[in-house]
Nanobody, 113 residues
């Protein structure tokens, strides 16, 4: 079974940057891949999504700061996060939607003030 493996989380000061990566362990067909996050005490939310056709969508709170991209040859999707804020602190999960839905194990992002 194909798995999604995330990397790139960590601790950063406010205003800093991180780049998350999500690599599929094999070739997958997807309609859309995206990043969700769950902050302590909050519901999971969709942060950014990219379709197989390259269309991108973002939650309002990250527009202008986060950029999602994909490298289809590497079966990898990225989330470049700039100008990070403490409220971006959360566990970030990679997601792929196609014939089925896949989730990564999650990677912690902590932004200190």
């Amino acid at each position: 079974q194909v798995q999604l493996v995330e990397s790139g989380g960590g601790l950063v000061q406010a205003g800093g940057s991180l780049r998350l990566s999500c690599a599929a362990s094999g070739s997958i067909f997807f309609v859309a891949m995206g990043w969700y996050r769950r902050a302590p005490g909050k519901q999971r939310e969709l942060v950014a999504q990219i379709t197989s056709g390259g269309r991108t969508d973002y939650v309002d709170s990250v527009k202008g700061r986060f950029t999602i991209s994909s490298d289809n040859a590497k079966n990898t999707v990225y989330l470049q996060m700039n100008s990070l804020k403490p409220e971006d602190t959360a566990v970030y999960y990679c997601n792929a939607k196609g014939f089925s839905e896949l989730w990564g194990q999650g990677t912690q992002v902590t932004v200190s003030s």
